[in-house]
């Protein structure tokens, strides 16, 4: 019986070591099967079957095999998410392919027009063909791409004036290039030369009166009259530089720098070869010639030799008035009429301001205007050499005088907060009406150049008044913009100086 119960007991742990050798679960199984053979050899032996226990290596297998059942789940879950990860994976290479393939679709698009537009250029067709070769020897249209008068072609003049042009890169040109018609030139005589620059300092030998202006105009305007094959015997008419306006002339000033009485015959002797070529506007005491150039004369000029038959036979230099000079009340309308409901004691002259008027002395004369009129008859300068000072502004007429000019600043004053106060407009006003009656034109210089917008607005409102030329120095701001668009908060602003009536001539 012992012997039979101890084999029985042997045949139970070799099974259960094979159970467990057979088994791949975690490494502490080896611990388990370990223990159950020291219960197996190691443990009492009972004889009596009712005394027989349930061997505790059972415990351990059913805890085993509990724990196998427990990570089976998590087992199943991670082969789960090992399927859908090569899902991802594949979802983003076909969107990375995709784009790719978008990508080189464009390209290839491009490239075709590419090719396209190459085609076309080494292949034009028949229209574009004779467009590009017209006029080259051997092509459609051979010598007929020019005309004779193309120095201008295609540039409209404009109303402004180059100030200080002999500054630019290019004097004269860059004038006529943006269509300006009116050019300036400061002229000094030193050695019986004359020389143009802006001060002594810049004075250099080559830059002279004829360098920089005589000759180039006599250049212009032998091409642009060019001698007649078809009609040599019709009595020609002489175009100016602009091949779109002929007649426009162009107004030739010049600033006499230095002693006027000195300078005068020099300058009239430089206009011999354009006055031999019948190119000056001149008079004949009753009405004008033009001609392509109108030579005005400014700064030192005096007036007493340009006046006078003497010392200007051919009356073809022109003066430069006194603009401030010419003020008006709005009830003079025709010449030599006196508006007999105007009181002449309530009414600024000579463009002085209403506040400046004092009270009138004992003889009847006003203080305040009497130091003004002081000051003015001893200042030299533009429109105040060789003038009578008793003459008054009926002395300018059309037959000596072209311009009539003044400072911006002291005839029309600062403009507060970027406005026209009513006085002031009423003073502009007054000194075109007073220009335009005696047929002269209306010209501001030293007008505000900074910021932009208020140089726009103040443009803005003097071409609305009637001047005749804007006064500029950025030549590509003034004729190749439209800067009535670009009046910033200048312009935005609400009052009576924006608020801008009709000019002399109707204009708005």
């Not at 008027?357 to 030299?380: C, F, M, N």
Request: aromatic share 8%.
């Amino acid at each position: 019986m012992d012997t039979s119960f101890e084999e029985s007991d042997s045949s139970i742990g070799l099974m259960a070591r094979s159970l467990y050798n057979n088994d791949d679960s975690d490494s502490h199984t080896g611990s388990y099967i370990s223990a159950s053979e020291r219960l197996l050899e190691d443990g009492p032996q009972y004889s009596d079957a009712s005394l027989q226990k349930k061997p505790e290596w059972r415990t351990l297998l059913s805890f085993k095999r509990t724990s196998k059942l427990r990570r089976k789940p998590s087992r199943l879950r991670s082969d789960t998410n090992e399927k859908t990860k090569p899902r991802r994976r594949n979802i983003s290479r076909r969107c990375l392919k995709f784009g790719v393939g978008i990508l080189v679709l464009l390209g290839l698009i491009q490239l075709f027009s590419l090719i396209g537009s190459l085609i076309l250029l080494f292949l034009p067709d028949e229209i574009h063909r004779i467009l590009g070769s017209w006029g080259r020897p051997g092509h459609i249209g051979a010598g007929l791409s020019s005309w004779p008068t193309d120095f201008t072609r295609d540039i409209l003049p404009k109303p402004c004036h180059s100030h200080n042009d002999y500054w630019r890169t290019v004097p004269l040109f860059s004038a006529i290039e943006a269509g300006c018609i009116g050019v300036e030139a400061d002229v000094w005589l030193f050695n019986e030369e004359l020389y143009v620059g802006h001060s002594v300092a810049s004075l250099t030998p080559n830059r002279t009166l004829n360098s920089l202006y005589i000759n180039p105009l006599l250049d212009i305007l032998s091409g642009q009259n060019p001698k007649r094959t078809l009609i040599p015997n019709e009595d020609p008419h002489l175009h100016g530089v602009f091949d779109t306006t002929p007649e426009q002339s162009l107004i030739f000033l010049i600033d006499f720098k230095t002693a006027g009485d000195a300078l005068w015959p020099y300058v009239q002797s430089a206009m011999e070869p354009l006055r031999a070529k019948s190119y000056l506007t001149h008079t004949d005491g009753s009405e004008i010639i033009p001609g392509p150039i109108t030579v005005v004369g400014t700064g030192n000029t005096p007036f007493s030799l340009v006046d006078s038959d003497d010392s200007n036979p051919h009356r073809d230099i022109f003066f430069d008035a006194p603009l401030d000079n010419m003020y008006e009340g709005p009830n003079l309308y025709l010449p030599g009429v006196e508006d007999p409901t105007k009181d002449p004691s309530s009414e600024p002259l000579r463009g002085v301001a209403s506040s400046e008027v004092g009270s009138p002395t004992a003889d009847g004369s006003d203080t305040k205007l009497g130091k003004i009129d002081k000051r003015q008859s001893d200042e030299a300068g533009q429109g105040r050499a060789g003038a009578s000072t008793t003459a008054g502004p009926d002395q300018y007429t059309a037959n000596n005088s072209y311009y009539a000019s003044v400072d911006f600043n002291s005839a029309i004053g600062h403009l507060a907060h970027g406005q026209f106060s009513d006085h002031q407009l009423e003073l502009l006003r007054g000194q075109i009406r007073g220009a335009h009656r005696r047929g002269l034109k209306a010209r501001y210089w030293d007008l505000p150049f900074w910021p932009i917008s208020l140089r726009n607005h103040v443009w803005n409102v003097l071409v609305r008044e009637g001047v005749d030329l804007l006064n500029v120095d950025d030549l590509k701001g003034a004729t190749r913009r439209n800067w009535n668009r670009h009046q910033g908060w200048w312009g935005r602003m609400k009052g009576s100086s924006y608020t801008v009536s009709a000019g002399v001539n109707g204009s708005v």
